[in-house]
């Protein structure tokens, strides 16, 4: 059809035909109202001239459809405006799985949100058994929620557990996974994906059927499955934060997955919703993480770095959670230290983590076979990029780096994952200082999904290029900062944790202390975190970072008596099985969290102020993907500034 530039339909000469989305001037698709509006007339031609078959697929290598289009979502400009939008594709979705003739869309790459939608409404679907393979619907990371179908249609085709699991988490499923659960009728590999897609199409058989339990789940037990639900979610989200997933279980149970049948003045209707400020902010997060990506893609098409072999040098928890992540994404890893027997128990870390990750023997087996023991430190002889992660020793590091740089490659990138020492002050035992940037991660590696790429005085721009390139290439947000004590993130929690011990010192709970930050929309209080972190530890970033005249005493107890947190079983809190035991809170005092916060939001302010992040929004993106900083505020310099206009 002349008048689509998005869509091109393809038929063959039995009748079948293809609908292929090829979004004009973009590198991935997204359902904006043009696309949308073509798909409908695309709708229309088969309606005049129905095929025999219908299979929609992507005309991108980037992946089948992204989702919406976020920057149309982020002008609208009233709940009606919100409301228009989710008819636009409720409406549209319906009509597609309204059809007579059979329909299948084939997933290759990622598939999300509105696409997922689109997917659902198909009477068939077959995913590509590739690693970019990912389906998910993250609506209520924006929070916002699936409205074009996905809460009527993942229910029914995948039941409501799993459904619950992808629609209140955003998890993603795998392609492999996508098939287990039903989502998919078949997984296949890319080649015979186009003729698999004609055989189901015209194969004629009836949409795959939900199991006995799985329609009594999604039927007349939907109130019980939905209160049990519910119950999950207060675990993780306080509905004053984050009202998307309390909407999805309402919309389900009682709306019939319809987010437009619920009526306006609900704490749950699309009006409510549109006019959350966690809805606004969300997205901003999402335009931050956007922006952290963007700083590991290549530039002006000159030849990318894709590291493929990495060298780490430390085998304790984090430098064997490092390699154990390189390893995960694709890389050969080199593990040294001093012996085997220190190199084991990061192996047998690894191996647990690959056989949860994987679910398959045989590529556990290829993953172990990639991540070799190097007592001998071979491996910085031929790696990409070399990661120090030994214990803060700084002449200990210095005689490590001079090592390392008389046998690595000169085109290799040498980085250290010190979290206080001064990169200059390493890099002085280097005959060429410019080679040395930092690199740190924080812990646990495999869920903190920030990474920050330090810049000393004299570091090499294109090595920091290289680091970035790195981080990004792992799947982990890379964040240039500056050298600087504790850079960013550390910089920002070491006094906020200082301000906790001192309000203990001050006869306080430590489960009030909790509860505050908790109130305020923390992941985890700051007792709890530091326990966590390890008091040692913190009691030598105080010592560092935080100016405090005098360590706080309760905590000097604690670190005296060997009790260091959750590594040892008993820090402020018991632990068992890994978990704190907490005894009841009532609420915080009045002024608590700001009170906390304070010295919080004057340590981000201060970074800005003195270069250590570009600007305020960086530090706003590192804090919140950093330390966990509640997401629904959209950053601690972004809540301080809407606070002060009254809107926070």
Known sequence: ?????????????????????????????????????????????????????????????????????????????????????????????????????????????????GGTELALACRYRIVVDEPGTRIAL???????????????????????????????????????????????????????????????????????????????????????????????????????????????????????????????????????????????????VYYLRERLRGFGKPENNIEHFMPKHLHVIGAGVMGGDIAAWGVLRGLTVTLQDQSIERIAPAIRRAAAAFKKKLRDDAQVRFALDRLIPDPAGQGARRADLVIEAIFEDLETKRALFAGIEAIARPDAVLATNTSSLRLEDIALALKNPSRLIGIHFFNPVAKMPLVEVVEGADSDPAMLKKGLAFVRAIDKLPLPVKSAPGFLVNAVLAPYMQEAMRC??????????????????????????????????????????????APPAKLMERVAAGQLGRKTGRG???????????????????????????????????????????????????????????????GPLHYEQERGKGTA
């Open 1 to 113: 059809m002349s008048d689509m530039k998005h869509w091109r339909i393809e038929r063959e000469a039995d009748g079948l035909a293809w609908l292929v989305f090829d979004k004009a001037g973009e590198s991935a698709n997204t359902l904006s109202a043009e696309a949308m509006r073509e798909l409908a007339l695309a709708l229309d031609e088969f309606e005049r001239d129905p095929p025999k078959g219908l299979v929609i697929r992507s005309g991108k290598s980037a992946g089948f459809i992204a989702g919406a289009d976020i920057g149309e979502f982020t002008q609208l400009a009233s709940a009606a405006d919100a409301k228009a939008l989710v008819e636009r594709g409720w409406t549209l979705f319906n009509r597609l799985a309204a059809v007579r003739y059979p329909t299948l869309a084939l997933i290759r790459g990622h598939c999300m949100g």
């Open 138 to 284: 993250p609506e209520v990371m924006l929070g916002i929620v699936p409205g074009w179908g996905g809460m009527l249609r993942l229910p029914r085709t995948i039941g409501p557990a799993a459904a619950f699991d992808m629609m209140l988490t955003g998890r993603p499923l795998s392609a492999r996974r996508a098939r287990q659960t039903g989502f998919a009728d078949e997984c296949v590999p890319p080649r015979v994906m186009e003729n698999a897609a004609r055989m189901k199409v015209r194969s004629g058989a009836p949409p795959r059927a939900l199991p006995f339990l799985q329609k009594i789940l999604n039927g007349p037990l939907k109130g019980l499955v939905a209160a049990q639900a519910r119950k999950q979610v207060v675990k993780r989200a306080r509905p004053e934060h984050y009202p998307a997933p309390y909407a999805i279980l309402d919309m389900w149970a009682n709306h019939g997955g319809n987010a437009l049948a619920v009526p306006d003045g609900k704490p749950t209707s699309l009006d409510a919703i549109a006019a959350s400020p966690t809805t606004q902010n969300l997205v901003r």
């Open 504 to 549: 203990l010192d001050e006869g306080m709970a430590p489960e009030t202390v909790d509860e505050a930050a908790l109130a305020f929309g923390m992941p985890l209080g700051p007792i709890e975190l530091a326990d966590t972190v390890g008091l040692d530890v913190v009691v030598a970033a105080g010592q560092q970072l935080a100016n405090a005249a």
């Open 572 to 634: 402020f809190y018991v632990y068992d099985k890994g978990k704190p035991q907490k005894n009841a809170s009532g609420p915080a005092p009045d002024g608590l969290a700001e009170r906390l916060l304070r010295p919080f939001l004057d340590a981000a302010r201060r970074c800005v102020e003195q270069g250590v992040v570009a600007d305020a929004d960086l530090a706003d993106a590192g804090v919140i993907f950093g330390t966990g900083f509640a997401p629904f505020r959209g």
